[in-house]
């Protein structure tokens, strides 16, 4: 990097881009970085070296993306999302600044292997799941987009737990992310922001004799920030991440050292550090720890603290809705709205119904679920202990929010009670979601059904009482990394055929539809896919030692463990399969060879999902093993399942399982990318697939199962599973094989509580929608046998998916939303 200086200004510009000229920045990162000749370096020596070189690539991007967004005053996106699911940073960074065969020349001339350096990078896997995942598309769109956007959130010391199993059992391994060093990230120590908990809140009389509440609060933790690039792709821009890491305010306490009691002396320092530690494991369902909103509490106040910060000394703060935006990303940052409130009135002095109404315009709010269990709850005792004066601010808004629904339904109690920010029952607690909506400009849904179900049945009080509040935006993923970077075949493949473009017009895809019906480019699709099965079957030998055919039909599910996704569904499909081969009754040579591929890390304290990771892989193991088969249907489950296995896995599928009970999955992302990367989808009537298939067709998609409504009717007359398992003989065989010990001969009972709790309870239907599924199965083998009708649905798959780009929903956000603007028109 050459530092200028220009009338008085530092221009830092980017180095060459030459392979002679990356060589050089690289050894010289190496020697002068790490501190090794090229001789000596380990690999991981190399990655940091070369990752450090490339962020160099970036760096005057990023400042003057600084730069410009301070000197156009543009209104900002401030993103707060307790996950940021983002995936390795080396690929990305190479595709964004357009470096990628340079560097792989470069590091060639070396003698090192670019590959072998992509390996060593740990994915930050500072996200669960799809809500993390969707953060880190936004992020990557807003830069792509040159719109104004900082992403807050929180940096864990260990991210979700790696996945291992053990005799087909998940056992959790914490996940070690910063051990080898960290190359994309920048602390910041000197912009640390003090963050208080606890203590008390107090009456006061100020200056101008106006009696004003405030806080005493009795314990703080300092909240470090480390920068992380967001770069848009090959557009100049870089946005930031800023994520927060806890330390004590105090380093420890020396006298208590010296005295040898060394373990009293840093308690103050664990303490405080523990707050960024760990992510929660947990995945659409709320944790009721202490932990847990101390976390949220923390990222959003050193967030809003930092955004204000960052104002001019004179800014009127009146005027904040016009520079910000915080979108809260579910209910996690929904503390912020009390915060920022005690920020305007108890620091500010500005009056209270001003300080609202401008609140008011600064947040929105996202709703990601539908599952009433994952409604984020707080108890009134813990919040007021932890956060005494936001209890009380909350407590107000709900008083004031109250009498207005008093005024607009008179005499309408039970009403009250609903709307209420505060439960009463079981215990007393603080209805996160409700606070979001009041508080909110905008409320919105992830998909079109989603967004109906959210008025309708989730928060039907407030859309009576606001229609205007809510609004939906369809969820998208970013073709950068789950197109041009994880499929480079199919990239190649399309810009050969379309032209680049459509990296960052994704609607463009739509002129492929013609070449559906050009059976040379079908040819070449296929190849494509062949490809990516090989490519895929050398990870996961390399991985996993698992054995991966490819002249066999991919068929994926790949998600979080979860009973309303209903892997169960899945896997009684395999079990029924199985046992009608070795029953005699189905010929294994008659259906096409299938591979059933599974992904899914279950949260560690969900029995019935680890119960149910330990049943697919046992089934797995007896299939596989079984001489009967004839190879015709093979289960691979490979641990662990990450964003890399995703970009590895995804372009190989053919088959997209999207089964969830209709209702249940507000969207789904993975729809979309298996779409995208021209995987057939079997699915239900839910979430995105709904769009998905209208955009595809009907002719491209396997629809099955009940409907929304059907669901409901179904569960208000009372459902009964066990009807389902007497009436259909093939279901029954499935369970019954599953229930005789077949698959755990070591402990035939061990699966009892799965077939129990689906014969007695079956909370999301399976068993109703059981032979559908089959059928839809069916269908789906009889599509496939027609190669080129196969191909022709893919490639159709792939060009009328366009609409599930991440710049398209951050458009809608920005239309419907923030009212913001890219700082270049579009
Ligand atoms: C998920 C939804 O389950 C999924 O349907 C959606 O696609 C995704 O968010 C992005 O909107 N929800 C969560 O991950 N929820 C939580 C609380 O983790």
Same mark, same amino acid.
């Given at each position: 990097?050459?530092?200028?200086?220009?009338?008085?200004?530092?221009?830092?510009?980017?180095?060459?881009?030459?392979?002679?000229?990356?060589?050089?920045?690289?050894?010289?990162?190496?020697?002068?970085?790490?501190?090794?000749?090229?001789?000596?370096?380990?690999?991981?020596?190399?990655?940091?070296?070369?990752?450090?070189?490339?962020?160099?690539?970036? #760096?005057?991007?990023? #400042?003057?993306?600084?730069?410009?967004?301070?000197?156009?005053?543009?209104?900002?996106?401030?993103?707060?999302?307790?996950?940021?699911?983002?995936?390795?940073?080396?690929?990305?960074?190479?595709?964004?600044?357009?470096?990628?065969?340079?560097?792989?020349?470069?590091?060639?001339?070396?003698?090192?292997?670019?590959?072998?350096?992509?390996?060593?990078?740990?994915?930050?896997?500072?996200?669960?799941?799809?809500?993390?995942?969707?953060?880190?598309?936004?992020?990557?769109?807003?830069? @792509? #987009?040159?719109?104004?956007?900082?992403?807050?959130?929180?940096?864990?010391?260990?991210?979700?737990?790696?996945?291992?199993?053990?005799?087909?059992?998940?056992?959790?391994?914490?996940?070690?992310?910063?051990?080898?060093?960290?190359?994309?990230?920048?602390?910041?120590?000197?912009?640390?922001?003090?963050?208080?908990?606890?203590?008390?809140?107090?009456?006061?009389?100020?200056?101008?004799?106006?009696?004003?509440?405030?806080?005493?609060? /009795?314990?703080?933790?300092?909240?470090?920030?480390?920068?992380?690039?967001?770069?848009?792709?090959?557009?100049?821009?870089?946005?930031?991440?800023?994520?927060?890491?806890?330390?004590?305010?105090?380093?420890?306490? +020396?006298?208590?050292?010296?005295?040898?009691?060394?373990?009293?002396?840093?308690?103050?320092?664990?303490?405080?550090?523990?707050?960024?530690?760990?992510?929660?494991?947990?995945?659409?369902?709320?944790?009721?720890?202490?932990?847990? +909103?101390?976390?949220?509490?923390?990222?959003?106040?050193?967030?809003?603290?930092?955004?204000?910060?960052?104002?001019?000394?004179?800014?009127?703060?009146?005027?904040?809705?016009?520079?910000?935006?915080?979108?809260?990303?579910?209910?996690?940052?929904?503390?912020?709205?009390?915060?920022?409130?005690?920020?305007?009135?108890?620091?500010?002095?500005?009056?209270?119904?001003?300080?609202?109404?401008?609140?008011?315009?600064?947040?929105?709010?996202?709703?990601?679920?539908?599952?009433?269990?994952?409604?984020?709850?707080?108890?009134?005792?813990?919040?007021?202990?932890?956060?005494?004066?936001?209890?009380?601010?909350?407590?107000?808004?709900?008083?004031?929010?109250?009498?207005?629904?008093?005024?607009?339904?008179?005499?309408?109690?039970?009403?009250?009670?609903? #709307?209420?920010?505060?439960?009463?029952?079981?215990?007393?607690?603080?209805?996160?979601?409700?606070?979001?909506?009041?508080?909110? /400009?905008?409320?919105?849904?992830?998909?079109?059904?989603?967004?109906?179900?959210?008025?309708?049945?989730?928060?039907?009080?407030?859309? =009576?009482?606001?229609?205007?509040?809510?609004?939906?935006?369809?969820?998208?993923?970013? *073709?950068?990394?789950?197109?041009?970077?994880?499929?480079?075949?199919?990239?190649?493949?399309?810009?050969?055929?379309?032209?680049?473009?459509?990296?960052?017009?994704?609607?463009?895809?739509?002129?492929?539809?013609?070449? /559906?019906?050009?059976?040379?480019?079908?040819?070449?699709?296929?190849?494509?896919?062949?490809?990516?099965?090989?490519?895929?079957?050398?990870?996961?030998? @390399?991985?996993?030692?698992? =054995?991966?055919?490819?002249?066999?039909?991919?068929?994926?599910?790949?998600?979080?463990?979860?009973?309303?996704?209903?892997?169960?569904?899945?896997?009684?499909?395999?079990?029924?399969?199985?046992?009608?081969?070795?029953?005699?009754?189905?010929?294994?040579?008659?259906?096409?060879?299938?591979?059933?591929?599974?992904?899914?890390?279950?949260?560690?304290?969900?029995?019935?999902?680890?119960?149910?990771?330990?049943?697919?892989?046992?089934?797995?193991?007896?299939?596989?093993?079984? *001489?009967?088969?004839?190879?015709?249907?093979?289960?691979?489950?490979?641990?662990?399942?990450?964003?890399?296995?995703?970009?590895?896995?995804?372009?190989?599928?053919?088959?997209?399982?999207?089964?969830?009970?209709?209702?249940?999955?507000?969207?789904?992302?993975?729809?979309?990318?298996?779409?995208?990367?021209?995987?057939?989808?079997?699915?239900?009537?839910?979430?995105?697939?709904?769009?998905?298939?209208?955009?595809?067709?009907?002719?491209?998609?396997?629809?099955?199962?009940?409907?929304?409504?059907?669901?409901?009717?179904?569960?208000?007359?009372?459902?009964?599973?066990?009807?389902?398992?007497?009436?259909?003989?093939?279901?029954?065989?499935?369970?019954?094989?599953?229930?005789?010990?077949?698959?755990?001969?070591?402990?035939?009972?061990?699966?009892?509580?799965?077939?129990?709790?689906?014969?007695?309870?079956?909370?999301?239907?399976?068993?109703?929608?059981?032979?559908?599924?089959?059928?839809?199965?069916?269908?789906?083998?009889?599509?496939?046998?027609?190669?080129?009708?196969?191909?022709?649905?893919?490639? +159709?798959?792939?060009?009328?998916?366009?609409?599930?780009?991440?710049?398209?929903?951050?458009?809608?956000?920005?239309?419907?939303?923030?009212?913001?603007? *890219?700082?270049?028109?579009?």
């Amino acid at each position: 990097m050459t530092e200028n200086r220009v009338n008085g200004t530092v221009s830092v510009t980017a180095p060459q881009h030459s392979v002679e000229g990356f060589a050089k920045e690289f050894l010289r990162e190496l020697n002068f970085g790490q501190g090794v000749p090229l001789s000596r370096a380990s690999v991981n020596d190399q990655y940091l070296a070369l990752a450090r070189t490339v962020r160099e690539y970036l #760096m005057a991007r990023w #400042m003057e993306t600084l730069r410009r967004q301070r000197d156009a005053h543009a209104k900002t996106v401030a993103y707060l999302s307790a996950e940021y699911l983002l995936g390795r940073q080396l690929d990305n960074a190479l595709i964004a600044t357009d470096l990628t065969e340079i560097v792989e020349e470069a590091l060639t001339s070396l003698g090192i292997d670019l590959a072998t350096l992509r390996e060593q990078e740990v994915e930050p896997g500072l996200g669960n799941g799809g809500l993390g995942r969707l953060a880190a598309c936004f992020v990557d769109s807003l830069a @792509t #987009m040159s719109v104004p956007c900082i992403g807050y959130g929180i940096r864990y010391e260990y991210g979700i737990f790696r996945q291992t199993f053990v005799d087909g059992w998940q056992v959790e391994q914490p996940d070690t992310w910063l051990s080898l060093g960290a190359p994309w990230e920048f602390p910041h120590p000197e912009d640390a922001v003090t963050v208080h908990f606890g203590g008390s809140t107090e009456t006061y009389t100020d200056d101008d004799g106006v009696t004003r509440s405030r806080w005493v609060p /009795a314990w703080d933790v300092l909240g470090v920030p480390y920068n992380y690039m967001v770069p848009g792709y090959q557009n100049g821009r870089v946005n930031t991440l800023r994520l927060w890491s806890a330390r004590a305010t105090k380093a420890f306490d +020396l006298q208590i050292f010296n005295s040898g009691d060394y373990a009293e002396a840093v308690r103050a320092q664990t303490f405080a550090e523990n707050i960024s530690k760990v992510l929660y494991p947990e995945d659409s369902t709320p944790q009721g720890k202490e932990l847990r +909103l101390q976390q949220q509490y923390f990222f959003v106040a050193c967030s809003i603290r930092d955004f204000l910060d960052g104002l001019p000394a004179d800014f009127d703060l009146h005027r904040l809705p016009d520079v910000v935006m915080f979108q809260l990303n579910d209910t996690h940052p929904v503390i912020g709205v009390p915060e920022l409130m005690r920020i305007l009135v108890d620091e500010k002095k500005i009056a209270w119904d001003e300080a609202w109404a401008i609140t008011q315009k600064c947040f929105a709010y996202t709703c990601h679920t539908l599952l009433p269990e994952a409604l984020e709850v707080w108890p009134v005792e813990l919040l007021g202990r932890l956060l005494p004066r936001h209890l009380e601010i909350i407590y107000r808004i709900n008083d004031e929010f109250l009498a207005q629904v008093r005024q607009a339904y008179p005499n309408d109690e039970l009403r009250l009670r609903r #709307m209420s920010i505060i439960a009463e029952h079981p215990e007393r607690s603080v209805r996160m979601a409700f606070l979001a909506t009041i508080a909110g /400009a905008k409320v919105n849904g992830v998909a079109a059904l989603h967004s109906q179900l959210l008025r309708d049945n989730v928060l039907p009080d407030f859309s =009576e009482l606001w229609p205007d509040k809510f609004t939906n935006v369809t969820n998208g993923v970013t *073709p950068r990394r789950f197109v041009r970077l994880a499929n480079p075949a199919l990239s190649d493949l399309i810009t050969d055929a379309i032209g680049p473009g459509w990296v960052t017009d994704l609607e463009r895809l739509r002129e492929m539809e013609p070449l /559906a019906d050009d059976a040379e480019f079908r040819e070449r699709f296929r190849a494509v896919k062949l490809a990516n099965k090989q490519r895929l079957a050398g990870v996961l030998a @390399t991985r996993d030692g698992i =054995e991966l055919r490819t002249d066999a039909m991919l068929d994926v599910m790949v998600k979080r463990l979860h009973e309303y996704k209903r892997q169960t569904l899945k896997v009684l499909h395999i079990v029924s399969l199985y046992e009608r081969i070795i029953s005699g009754e189905l010929d294994p040579a008659s259906i096409p060879p299938r591979v059933f591929a599974f992904g899914a890390k279950a949260a560690p304290g969900y029995k019935m999902a680890k119960q149910i990771i330990g049943l697919i892989n046992h089934v797995g193991a007896t299939v596989n093993a079984d *001489p009967r088969v004839q190879g015709a249907l093979t289960v691979v489950f490979p641990p662990n399942y990450n964003v890399t296995l995703a970009e590895k896995l995804i372009p190989a599928a053919d088959l997209s399982e999207q089964i969830s009970l209709a209702g249940k999955e507000a969207s789904g992302t993975g729809n979309m990318k298996f779409a995208l990367n021209g995987a057939l989808t079997i699915g239900t009537d839910d979430g995105a697939n709904v769009e998905i298939r209208e955009l595809v067709g009907d002719d491209n998609f396997f629809l099955f199962g009940l409907l929304e409504p059907q669901v409901a009717e179904i569960q208000a007359v009372g459902y009964d599973p066990s009807k389902y398992y007497e009436e259909n003989a093939t279901l029954r065989r499935a369970i019954d094989l599953i229930a005789s010990g077949t698959f755990s001969p070591d402990d035939k009972r061990v699966f009892e509580p799965i077939v129990s709790n689906l014969l007695t309870e079956d909370r999301f239907l399976a068993l109703a929608d059981f032979q559908a599924y089959l059928d839809a199965q069916e269908r789906v083998d009889v599509a496939y046998r027609d190669v080129e009708g196969w191909t022709r649905s893919a490639i +159709l798959n792939v060009a009328r998916s366009g609409f599930f780009s991440s710049d398209r929903s951050m458009w809608d956000y920005i239309d419907r939303i923030w009212h913001s603007q *890219p700082v270049v028109a579009r």
